[in-house]
């Protein structure tokens, strides 16, 4: 449960549904189902940062958490290309811009940065019908073995049980496979919106919200620390997204496995919902973007961390989102592709120093991470 909160708050509620919830937060009272949706539902944008960032000052201090990383994505073709409506990533195998990386080629993304100390490398893709769990293994044991100090943040919940499947194993033969060749812990992405009538429209084949929490249940008692996402901004409501994150929050009660929590905002260019929706050149705006981190604040009493990824969220809005209850920043990333080809503006890496900057401009204090959130370095 959160902790009582003796200063005073800077703003002061001027939605009246929001005054029993200011007080709630102030009392280290756990939020309902009902304040959630009042939170959602709310204009009063300013009231819900300032509890935020009281709840935060109060858990994390002024310290801001990001890694050195970059992201590598080893393959875009994915059975599920037709049926995530939101992915404009995916590829089927014969489709243009279709690719898989080898071995060597992934080695040698990483290789061509090593100047950049990268200290955390994060593994996501499409699932191949034909990739095997060994091709996985022998990356992660060969990323491990070239560069000895990183840390290895790979494969959501959904790959993990799509290897599951194309192997015959179980969820858990598979992630010990993977500890065993040099797993840290496991990304968030996958998770979408539970409600199941969301689900149906946007990502109708995707593993159902039970057998995702299952994966990262079974993580969690393998001691692998997870992080959790939620995809905002498309056809969902303040009810989906209230029973998505609290659904999220009896996981964390249960395990305590979950180190961040990452609001994705969702981008409409380039794939079949956007065009669907009407909504291409569209994303959601900076208020939403603010309010979702906000809201995840507030609601996750349980999760150490709230993550504000620049790349969606822009470099503008993420610093401001420092004062907004966020206390984990989105690294260095050096080549992002996933939002790209949905229509993300942002840069598609940072320097060390301009993520450095970004925290101190918003007057905070940068603190370099690792995987699992053990601190590498901090700046005064
Ligand atoms: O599950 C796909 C999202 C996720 C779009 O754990 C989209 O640190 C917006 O796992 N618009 C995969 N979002 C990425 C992921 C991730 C990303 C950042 C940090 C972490 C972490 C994990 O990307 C998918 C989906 O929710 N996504 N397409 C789109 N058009
Ligand atoms: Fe495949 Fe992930 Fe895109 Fe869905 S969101 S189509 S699982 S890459």
């Known amino acids: 449960m959160a902790t009582l909160i003796d200063d005073t708050v800077r703003v002061r509620p001027t939605d009246p ?60 073709v994915c059975v599920l290309r037709k049926t995530c409506v939101f992915c404009s990533y995916a590829r ?41 769990l060994s091709y996985y293994e022998e990356m992660i044991r060969g990323l491990k073995e070239r560069h000895p100090g990183v840390s290895i943040k790979a494969l959501t919940a959904v790959e993990i049980a799509h290897l599951a499947r194309i192997e015959k194993l179980s969820v858990e033969e598979v992630l010990r496979r993977l500890v065993a060749a040099g797993l840290d812990s496991m990304p968030g992405g996958g998770a979408e919106v539970f ?56 996981l964390q009660d249960e395990t305590g ?22 909504r291409e050149g569209t994303a959601t705006t900076g208020f939403d973007d603010l309010k979702n981190l906000a809201v995840g604040r507030l609601l996750f009493d349980n999760v150490p961390h709230v993550k504000t990824h620049w790349i969606m969220n822009t470099i503008k809005v993420s610093q401001v989102a420092l004062h907004f209850g966020v206390d984990d920043l989105e690294g260095t990333v050096v080549r992002e592709k996933i939002y790209h080809e949905a229509g993300a503006h942002t840069p598609q890496g940072l320097r060390l120093e301009e993520v450095v900057g970004l925290i101190r401009g918003a007057g905070r204090r940068p603190v370099e991470r690792d995987a699992r959130y053990n601190v590498v370095r901090e700046w005064p």
């Not at 080695?107 to 019908?129: K, S, T, W, Y």
């Not at 149906?200 to 929490?213: F, G, M, P, Q, S």
């Not at 496995?257 to 009407?278: K, M, S, V, W």
Request: hydrophobic fraction near 40%.
């Open 17 to 76: 549904a929001l005054l029993p919830i200011h007080d709630k937060v102030m009392a280290g009272e756990r939020l309902s189902r009902e304040d959630g949706i009042a939170l959602f539902e709310s204009r009063d944008l300013l009231a819900i940062g300032a509890l935020a960032d009281a709840v935060n000052q109060r858990r994390n201090g002024d310290r801001v958490l990001f890694a050195a990383n970059q992201h590598i994505n080893p393959t875009n």
């Open 92 to 132: 089927t195998p014969k489709e243009d811009g279709a690719y898989t990386l080898s071995l060597d080629e992934v080695f040698a993304e990483a290789e061509n940065v090593r100047d950049m100390r990268v200290r955390e490398f994060h593994i996501v893709g499409g699932l191949h019908p034909k990739l095997r």
């Open 195 to 250: 409600s199941k009538g969301v689900r149906r429209t946007i990502a109708d084949r995707k593993l159902a919200a039970e057998e995702w929490l299952d994966v990262h249940r079974c993580a969690h008692r393998l001691g692998i620390f997870t992080n959790c996402t939620m995809l905002y901004g498309h056809v969902e409501t303040s009810a989906d997204r209230v029973e998505h994150i609290l659904m999220l929050r009896e």
């Open 257 to 278: 496995g979950f180190l961040t929590y990452i609001p994705l905002a969702y981008h409409p260019d380039n794939n079949e919902l956007g065009r669907q929706l009407g």
